[in-house]
């Protein structure tokens, strides 16, 4: 029996992984057209007709609790679920990505994800980059939606930006937590870190000190408007039980207007 070694049958290879790529591609597609109307894995393909739509006119049913996506080009309601976001905001030096790792170790029954993951991975080029960059997130959100829990993503952003994208309509009530921190704080934070993260620069942590104060100063003016937790005197385990407990209350209060609905 002969021994393979590297470029042996290059050409047969190529072939057969070219012909595999083309089959998986046909087979996923068929699936993607042909899967249980009620669920397809792809919510802007269309299970009918098979359209791409991203800006599907979206109604909620209250009488059978179910949100449906009308195909802007036959027409066909297929339901899907829509479930609240969870934002933590706030600038630099906050504690955003310390009580997102915290979060994560926790069983909280939600799915924490931290944004800058993305960074990167997208184009940001050009004026509308940062919204093509945040859609692709509301994009990924809806589609974890699907399955049984809700997200909670952490990163520096303000509900407005979140709202105008065209991804929003997929996604019940988006609710936002700024952290922040008293200016000594927030600046010793961002001294400390290491210093391949350039956060010791006096302008980047200036503008960050001025972001954090917008936070708070625009809380209430905001659309929507966000709530404030101020992490100065907590670790992040405290931090994140802060946040499990805003995210409960809302839950909770959520649950309330639903019973109060249907009695």
Not at 122 to 148: E, F, T
Not at 226 to 244: E, G, M, S
Not at 248 to 255: L, Y
């Amino acid at each position: 029996m002969g021994t393979w070694s590297p470029g042996a049958n290059s050409g047969v290879r190529t072939v057969a992984i070219g012909v595999l790529a083309a089959v998986s591609i046909r087979y996923l597609n068929r699936r993607w057209l042909t899967q249980r109307k009620g669920n397809p894995p792809m919510l802007n393909v269309c299970p009918d007709c098979g359209m791409y739509d991203v800006d599907k006119q979206v109604i909620d049913v209250s009488e059978c609790e179910a949100s449906f996506a009308i195909c802007g080009h036959c027409g066909a309601r297929h339901p899907f679920i829509r479930r609240p976001l969870f934002v933590v905001t706030g600038a630099s030096g906050a504690g955003k990505s310390a009580t997102c790792l915290e979060l994560m170790r926790r069983e909280t029954g939600l799915v924490t994800l931290e944004s800058d993951i993305l960074w990167g991975a997208i184009d940001v080029s050009g004026d509308d980059g940062i919204d093509r960059y945040w859609n692709a997130w509301l994009r990924l959100v809806k589609n974890i939606h699907q399955g049984p829990r809700s997200v909670v993503l952490c990163g520096t952003v303000v509900p407005e930006v979140l709202e105008r994208q065209p991804e929003r309509r997929y996604i019940a009530d988006i609710h936002c937590l700024a952290l922040v921190a008293d200016r000594d704080a927030q600046v010793e934070r961002l001294v400390s870190r290491p210093a391949w993260r350039g956060s010791s620069d006096p302008a980047f942590i200036e503008e960050h000190v001025r972001f954090n104060q917008w936070l708070v100063d625009h809380a209430a003016a905001g659309t929507p408007a966000w709530a404030l937790l101020d992490t100065t005197r907590r670790t992040p385990a405290a931090t994140a039980d802060a946040v499990q407990d805003w995210i409960s209350g809302i839950q909770e209060r959520s649950a309330v207007r639903t019973r109060s609905s249907l009695s």
